[in-house]
């Protein structure tokens, strides 16, 4: 496995369970993650916390129908993250990396469905970000 997917799923574990659980939570990150895979969880986790209404927003245009606030907190920190990664893109990982990594992550964490609609929304965020 990359350091990148490495680190997304470390991200993804970590700001979820933030929804749940404020302090403590990146204890872990010191035995699990080293390197290059470690400094990445950590720009996402400080992004996506940092960003939160700011990603909400750019991800709302793309779901009319549905706010925020209303998806399942899993699809909702896949998403979030991947906006982050798309609204500040690395020069080595072009958006349908991006959007595939997240729709990795719904599958072996959401809904049935899920990485459907997370693939549409990115896909339209990444597209009018070009």
Same mark, same amino acid.
């Given at each position: 496995?990359?350091?990148?997917?490495? *680190?997304?799923? +470390? $991200?993804? @574990?970590? !700001?979820?369970?933030q929804?749940?659980?404020?302090?403590?939570?990146? &204890?872990?990150?010191e035995?699990?993650?080293?390197?290059d *895979?470690?400094? +990445? $969880?950590? @720009?996402? !986790?400080?992004?996506?916390?940092?960003?939160?209404?700011?990603?909400d &927003?750019?991800?709302?245009?793309?779901?009319?129908?549905r706010?925020?606030?209303?998806?399942?907190?899993v699809e909702l920190?896949?998403?979030?993250?991947?906006?982050?990664?798309?609204?500040?893109?690395?020069?080595?990982?072009?958006?349908?990396?991006?959007?595939?990594e997240?729709?990795?992550?719904?599958k072996?964490?959401?809904?049935?469905?899920?990485?459907?609609?997370?693939?549409?929304?990115?896909?339209?965020?990444?597209?009018?970000?070009?």
């Open positions: 496995m990359n350091y990148r997917r490495l *680190a997304r799923a +470390f $991200a993804f @574990q970590t !700001i979820y369970a929804s749940f659980h404020t302090e403590g939570m990146q &204890e872990g990150m035995s699990t993650l080293k390197g *895979a470690k400094q +990445f $969880a950590e @720009q996402i !986790i400080a992004g996506v916390c940092e960003e939160q209404d700011i990603l &927003e750019a991800l709302q245009e793309f779901s009319p129908k706010k925020m606030e209303r998806f399942p907190k920190t896949i998403l979030r993250m991947a906006a982050w990664e798309l609204l500040h893109p690395q020069a080595d990982t072009p958006a349908n990396i991006v959007i595939n997240a729709v990795l992550l719904a072996d964490f959401g809904g049935e469905n899920s990485y459907k609609y997370i693939n549409a929304i990115l896909h339209n965020l990444a597209k009018s970000r070009q």
